[in-house]
Structures are given as C-alpha cells and as structure tokens.
T-cell receptor, first 113, second 112 residues
Framework: IAGITQAPTSQILAAGRRMTLRCTQDMRHNAMYWYRQDLGLGLRLIHYSNTAGTTGKGEVPDGYSVSRANTDDFPLTLASAVPSQTSVYFC????????????FGPGTRLTVL | AQSVTQLDSQVPVFEEAPVELRCNYSSSVSVYLFWYVQYPNQGLQLLLKYLSGSTLVKGINGFEAEFNKSQTSFHLRKPSVHISDTAEYFCAVYVQGGKLIFGQGTELSVKP
C-alpha cells in the first residue's frame, strides 16, 4: 500500500511560472488537505476538501488553487509563482473530515527564484 | 479563535533521560488534540490523540500525553528517550470544519 504519493519530490521554479503539485492517495479517504511548512511557523493549511467535488480555503489560500475531481487526486496549482511560495508542501488525507487521523505524504520541496 | 503554542522550539536531551514537550492551546469549545512526529526528510505521522475519555493518552514509541483542561495544556512525555526519537514534534488542535491548526513545532535532539 503506497498511501499518499506526491510529485515532484523537489522543484526549482522561476517566478511567474505556473506549477501544479500532484497528490494521489490509494486509501479511498474522503478528506484531503494541502499544507505548507516553513521554518518557525509549523504547518499551515492552504486548502482542503472534505469530499470529492468540494473544496475549502485554509489559513493561507492566496496564490493557490485546488480541485477535487475524484476521490484519489488533489492537485495544488500555483498560477504565477512568487518567491514567498518557496516552502515544503505536504499533502494529507483522512478517512473522515473532522478529528480523524491525517496521513501525510513525503512532501514536495519547492524553490521559487 | 483556536490556536496552539509550543513553548520550546528546541529541546536537547541525553539518551535515556526523560523528556517533556510542552503544548498549550486556546479554545472556547470542546477540544480534540493531537501530537504528530516528523522524522528527518519525511512527512508527519500521528503519535497520539485526545478526543474524549481518560485524560492520559498513550501513543506509539512509548510516548504519552496528558490533557489538562484547567491549564489548557497537552504536554507530551517519555520517561526514557532513545537516539531514534530525534525528530520534530508538532502539537495540533482540531478546528470546526475538519481542519487542524498546528503549533510551530519542537525539535527534539537526543544526544548519546
């Protein structure tokens, strides 16, 4: 069982470029999440989806968009990357939205120059 | 608004010594609390969680945490740490709508 896979593992991107981070889970979980991790700030929620077809905004949604066309996939798109979006991005999923255990992917390290 | 504060950014400790990682939360409603661990270059994994019932919660790898409502705390403890416990530890509180709010993290460094 793979759990959650994320791609790419790392990426260096020029400012202004469009980038999509991919996230796929094979656990048939209903809820999925995108976080960014920055030193000293912990993890901050960008967007979430409680079930396929629905999405919601987290703490830091500006500059990011998501879609949830099916249960397994939850891509995160940066329409026009800026240096402040340099971060490590984690995708997570849980069987149910709410106080349920979240399972995390290995992360994508993104550098925007 | 609900929030989480981890009181120590770094905790160095010698192997086989006890350790406590401190976490305080603010919430005006019932709380659900979590501790996650992140080993170097990996994603997070759940250590333990408090949803209801006994205020002493036991997790994996010999860790435990105590929910203290009067002090709004959820400190993580282990009586004897190993080198392999070196990692970053995150406290989190559940927020209405299916979201977790994470603390800033505590880096535990276990020295031989």
């Amino acid at each position: 069982i793979a759990g959650i896979t994320q791609a790419p593992t790392s990426q260096i991107l020029a400012a202004g470029r469009r980038m999509t981070l991919r996230c796929t889970q094979d656990m048939r979980h209903n809820a999925m999440y995108w976080y960014r991790q920055d030193l000293g700030l912990g993890l901050r929620l960008i967007h979430y989806s409680n079930t396929a077809g629905t999405t919601g905004k987290g703490e830091v949604p500006d500059g990011y968009s998501v879609s949830r066309a099916n249960t397994d996939d939850f891509p995160l798109t940066l329409a026009s990357a800026v240096p402040s979006q340099t971060s490590v991005y984690f995708c997570a999923s849980s069987d149910l939205p709410g106080a349920d255990t979240q399972y995390f992917g290995p992360g994508t390290r993104l550098t925007v120059l | 608004a609900q929030s989480v504060t981890q009181l120590d950014s770094q905790v160095p400790v010698f192997e086989e010594a006890p350790v406590e990682l401190r976490c305080n939360y603010s919430s005006s409603v019932s709380v659900y609390l979590f501790w996650y661990v992140q080993y170097p270059n990996q994603g997070l994994q759940l250590l333990l969680k408090y949803l209801s019932g006994s205020t002493l919660v036991k997790g994996i790898n010999g860790f435990e945490a105590e929910f203290n409502k009067s002090q709004t705390s959820f400190h993580l403890r282990k009586p004897s740490v190993h080198i392999s416990d070196t990692a970053e530890y995150f406290c989190a509180v559940y927020v209405q709508g299916g979201k977790l709010i994470f603390g800033q993290g505590t880096e535990l460094s276990v020295k031989p």
